[in-house]
């Protein structure tokens, strides 16, 4: 066993996961001797470009890479000569902190450097060039170093990976050590991307019980919050004790007992139904509650002449030289005269003209009026259909991502039944994407006498969140609901238009490539699909709807297989980013990402900031909030700083660290599911065999109505016609229906 110490002078591998790390030690010498350097390789859980380490080894060979000391063991030192110390502030360790402003200081303190950070902070501000402010900073960053670097040994031992342990660590601070000794699971509940099964092995190292009763309720409550993931808002008490039973490998009946326990602690809610028991997360049950108590106060009557209604339509359809057909008049007077009113209608059948026709009317009266839809890009179409200025829900009820008392995520919006909207009316398109979180956060920012207008297509796939909120709401008719049927002569020119109602009505679509915008492509083996994918999104597509190769979407059923986003990703990212010496590249699980690559934010982050700058740099724009779906281009991977910058639509320019890289993955590719909401010049749709669950009229339909100006099928007719006859849909388990239907019934008794 040989020893070495040294600084860290470069890191030249990091394994994000495991720790595994081949760094290159320099052992400091005096004047008239050269630096020693010894190349080190093996899992360090927390070191940093300038630390000063001692490593206990075995010396090796590579067959490649020459000598090596494969290190067992090692410990941080504080450096104890002037050097080392300027050495490590020098690295970049200390934010604010270049080699320049690391020789000042060591100048000024010697060897008692870390000595004043840590006792005495304030007299670095007796060096030119720190301020108090920063001063506080820099021993802050100091402490938490040194702080973290303990808590990354703790969690090694539990087998945390060091992306994961650093997570945690930031979540918990100096807590976690008491979290994982007394109940590991609470980490499935707090930390986004520890879900129940890693909470569980990190459990079972501490020597908790399979039967452990922390287990089987962190179990019950895991099954339930994977049922939201999958659209319920609660599950019927014999699929959830069985899928909970077979997940933690123990009986029914020790389920069947943590249930009574939760449900007297109230974490989880019981409601019979006939003779079936519904159990719901309790935070879901009352949100349902609350929207059909609230959907119910704002649906009020507003008195109108109908005869002179009629006559300023008329007016407004002279004045925009438009004729509207019977339905949309009625959704006109209805949005009007109502407090609540739902209009639904496929493409090409005149929501926009009714929307418009809605807000003149409005604008006439003198009424506030505010516009949303769930997405930036269907805001975005919004606002150019409409002249109006339309935002994302989320920025119309003011989100702000800093820590409140009712929400450990962090994530509040500012605009609620204590600072409600101010609004006469409030519109809001592309609803079906609007889940149950959702709708209640609205409700909660509106209050009685302000109309709610929802517009959608309730034939497109539901929200990805929990709920059947537009579904549930048109089947309680308990509010007007305006159902557009009629395509209008110039949607139908359109064959997307044309084929999206036929696949809806579930009638055979001509597929004859006879018409300019839908086109359909037989292959049969997967490598011929692959290769015509490519051939359309490089060359036939972009010139074809003059639109860039990024604008260009592939959608796609499925994740895993030949055909499924993740192979799909890796092959257009050859060709539309190749590789390049000009283009950093940074591995994650697996997935190689690229500067100027496409990628989706895939889950939520309402606490992630981003900045709008100016073409000089400077920032005239600041918000938090990246959200699922959201697509954006890499324009830097920063290595240094270990960060990548995304540039979002409107400019919105986001940092995430590399710990923060499992939000996002590639985007050449996404999933069908994933598109709700958003439009796109041209998409490319491969349709080869898969799960019948998945290959289903619904969800060709959704993908056929994303495209504006071309849809082309690639694969195999046989299943496309299988997808329009196949009427599956997995079966969401909600409540708001039944809820509006009785409590409507009891404000009538």
């Known amino acids: 066993m040989e020893e070495f110490e040294g600084y860290v002078d470069r890191i030249t591998f990091r394994n994000e996961e495991n720790g595994y790390t081949v760094l ?231 389920v069947s007992s943590q249930i009574d326990a939760l449900t007297m602690n109230k974490e989880i809610l019981i409601e019979e139904v006939g003779e079936e028991r519904r159990l719901y997360s309790s935070n879901l049950y009352y949100m349902e509650m609350n929207c059909a108590r609230m959907l119910l106060d704002l649906n009020l009557d507003f008195p109108v002449d109908s005869d002179k209604l009629g006559g300023r339509v008329a007016k407004i359809e002279r004045r925009q030289g438009i004729v509207l057909d019977v339905l949309q008049r009625k959704a006109v007077c209805q949005a009007v005269q109502n407090g609540v009113t739902i209009i639904t209608g496929g493409p090409g059948t005149g929501k926009t003209t009714t929307i418009n026709t809605i807000l003149q009317l409005l604008e006439e009266d003198g009424m506030d009026v505010l516009l949303a839809a769930p997405t930036g890009r269907a805001a975005k179409r919004m606002s150019e259909t409409t002249g109006w200025e339309a935002q994302t829900i989320h920025r119309l009820l003011e989100l702000n991502g800093g820590m409140n008392d009712d929400d450990k995520s962090g994530m509040h919006f500012e605009r609620n039944e204590l600072q409600p909207l101010e609004a006469d009316v409030v519109i809001v398109d592309e609803f079906s994407m609007v889940d149950i979180y959702l709708l209640n956060a609205l409700l909660k920012a509106m209050v009685p006498g302000c109309r709610l207008i929802m517009v959608g297509d309730v034939n497109q796939l539901p929200s990805v969140g929990p709920g059947n909120v537009l579904r549930d709401m048109i089947k309680a008719e308990f509010c007007n609901v305006v159902r557009l049927n009629q395509i209008f002569r110039q949607a139908a020119e359109s064959q997307i238009v044309v084929n999206a109602h036929k696949i809806n009505a579930g009638q055979e679509i001509v597929l004859d490539n006879q018409n300019r915008d839908f086109f359909q492509l037989e292959r049969h083996a997967a490598q011929d699909v692959i290769n015509v994918v490519i051939q359309l999104v490089m060359k036939n597509m972009p010139s074809y709807v003059n639109a860039s190769v990024y604008d260009i979407q592939v959608l796609t059923p499925m994740r895993k297989g030949e055909l499924g986003v993740e192979n799909l990703n890796r092959i257009l990212q050859s060709y539309v980013n190749p590789k390049s010496d000009r283009k950093i590249e940074k591995e994650f699980h697996g997935v190689l990402f690229r500067e100027q690559d496409k990628i989706m934010q895939i889950k939520n982050d309402y606490q992630i900031k981003w900045q709008k700058k100016t073409r000089y740099g400077d920032v005239f724009e600041e918000g938090t909030g990246v959200f699922n779906g959201d697509i954006g281009i890499i324009k830097r991977i920063l290595e240094t700083e270990e960060a990548v910058e995304v540039e979002y639509e409107e400019g919105k320019l986001v940092t995430y660290e590399y710990g923060q890289m499992d939000e996002m993955e590639l985007a050449y590719a996404i999933t069908i599911h994933k598109s709700q909401g958003s439009e796109y010049p041209a998409v490319v749709i491969p349709i080869l065999t898969g799960p019948r669950m998945l290959l289903n009229r619904n969800l060709l339909y959704t993908a056929v109505t994303r495209a504006k100006k071309c849809v082309t099928l690639v694969g195999s007719r046989d299943t496309i016609y299988q997808m329009i006859r196949n009427v599956f849909e997995q079966k969401r388990y909600s409540s708001l229906c039944r809820r509006l239907q009785e409590m409507k019934e009891e404000d009538y008794q």
């Not at 303190?109 to 304030?122: A, L, N, S």
């Not at 060096?127 to 973290?148: L, N």
């Not at 930390?191 to 019950?220: H, T």
Request: net charge negative; proline share 3%; charged share 30%.
């Open 24 to 254: 290159y030690l320099v052992k400091p010498q005096t004047d008239s001797e050269e630096e020693e350097e010894e190349c080190c390789v093996g899992c360090f859980s927390f070191v940093a470009e300038g630390e000063y380490l001692l490593v206990r080894g075995r010396r090796t060979i590579h067959k490649n890479y020459g000598p090596q000391l494969q290190v067992d063991s090692y410990e941080t030192k504080q450096p104890d000569d002037s050097m080392a110390v300027e050495r490590y502030l020098g690295s970049g360790a200390i934010k604010g902190i270049g080699p320049a402003l690391a020789a000042r200081i060591v100048k000024k303190f010697g060897k008692e450097t870390f000595d004043i950070m840590e006792r005495e902070p304030e007299r670095l501000a007796e060096i030119k060039g720190i301020s108090g402010k920063m001063a506080v900073s820099i021993a802050k960053q100091f402490r938490e170093k040194q702080q973290m670097r303990q808590a990354m040994i703790f969690l090694q031992e539990y087998g945390i990976s060091m992306n994961m342990a650093v997570k945690i660590y930031r979540y918990y601070k100096d807590d976690i050590y008491e979290v994982l000794r007394k109940n590991p699971y609470r980490l499935a509940e707090d930390i986004s991307g520890i879900g129940f099964k890693i909470a569980d092995a990190i459990a079972q190292r501490a020597g908790f019980y399979v039967d452990s009763e922390y287990r089987i309720r962190a179990g019950v409550l895991y099954m339930l919050q994977q049922s939201g993931n999958q659209g319920h808002c609660y599950l019927p008490e014999t699929e959830l004790v069985s899928m909970t039973a077979e997940l933690l490998g123990v009986d029914r009946e020790m």
